[in-house]
């Protein structure tokens, strides 16, 4: 038992990782989708719509760069949002700063009118 318990505890060389190693596009999109879980999670006791929170929170802090908010903060607001209890323009603002960048990239792209005029 004693032999069986010590190997449970033992790491083989080959499956430890080196976290200085860079990550590849593999690794890298399972710890984006883990993350997006974990937010999932921390709004999960507060809303039945938990994986549209945790989706929204992962790719406005992580992915759009326009958001300078604390993970704690973003989640009570999209709590709050996803719940209809605050609908505010802050959604309609971010998609008007998403459509500027993606019309400066690619002016020609159709579908890039601003949301300012609705």
Known sequence: MALSM????????EQVKDLTEPLDDGAR???DETRRLLYSAMAASRTRKWEVVGTLANALLHHSG?????????LDRLVL?????????WLLGLVDEITARLSAEHPAIPG????KAQ
Do not use: N, Y
Request: aromatic content about 6%; glycine content about 4%; cysteine-free.
């Open 29 to 31: 999109k399972d710890l």
């Open 6 to 13: 010590t190997r449970l505890f033992e790491e083989p060389e």
């Open 81 to 89: 949002i996803v719940e209809g209890d605050d609908f505010s323009t």
């Open 112 to 115: 890039q009118a601003s949301t």
């Open 66 to 74: 326009l958001i300078d908010e604390a993970p704690t903060e973003l």
